[in-house]
């Protein structure tokens, strides 16, 4: 494996890690405590608390989705690209789409607990909801803030490591092919092969030595 290879595992496995960390984070800190002190709109406080919880929950499987597969492919030493008709887990064929897949859900995780934390302070009022809000609301928006700017970090860099690894391999394989035009002779065309014998026939010094 190359430089590149080893620097796109390498941010692979730091992404794995945030994304799973970061959900389970936001986990502990809001699922012993229900919707409890999270401003007199109780209804307010539910929708908060349920949003939180499924869209972490979609990040915690698409985390697991991810190790699945690529253990299998380890395993079986293939590729997504050929075992997706195959096998269910290979529904992303590469990291970036991955990464592409997952700054989606942390831009939607974003958008929808920002704004429903915002609703909540709105609805239930800032005195009731302050505890909460410093305790649990602003870690967890902060947390999917990190998870998403993680995810378009590792998307972009992805996308320019691919590219450059792209180029390396036209460049290897152009080299390649100029040392081997330049190893193998160039046959003759048959056109001038012709107009060589005929200049060999009509030239006098020929026709003598064959007399």
């Not at 909540?120 to 809000?133: P, Q, R, T, W």
Request: glycine residues 8%; positive net charge.
């Amino acid at each position: 494996m190359g430089a590149i290879g080893k620097a796109k595992v390498f941010l692979w496995i730091f992404t794995i890690v945030i994304m799973f960390g970061g959900s389970l984070a936001v986990f502990i800190i809001n699922k012993p405590l229900g919707w409890a002190n999270l401003g007199k709109n109780e209804l307010a406080g539910k929708v908060w608390y349920n949003a939180v919880i499924a869209l972490h929950a979609v990040y915690i499987i698409g985390v697991g989705f991810e190790l699945i597969s690529r253990a299998y492919l380890v395993m079986v030493g293939s590729s997504c690209s050929e075992q997706r008709r195959g096998f269910l887990c290979c529904f992303v064929y590469s990291m970036s789409a991955w990464w592409k897949l997952m700054m989606i859900l942390g831009i939607i995780t974003v958008v929808i607990t920002g704004g429903l934390t915002a609703i909540v302070i709105v609805l239930g009022g800032f005195n009731s909801v302050k505890d909460a809000l410093f305790k649990r609301m602003a870690p967890t928006v902060g947390i999917s803030l990190i998870q998403t700017i993680l995810s378009i970090v590792s998307f972009t860099t992805s996308k320019k490591l691919q590219k450059i690894q792209d180029e390396e391999e036209e460049a290897l394989h152009g080299t390649k092919k100029e040392d081997l035009a330049k190893s193998t002779p160039t046959p003759q065309p048959p056109v001038k092969e012709k107009e060589k014998e005929k200049e060999k026939e009509s030239d006098p010094s020929a026709i003598v030595s064959s007399a």
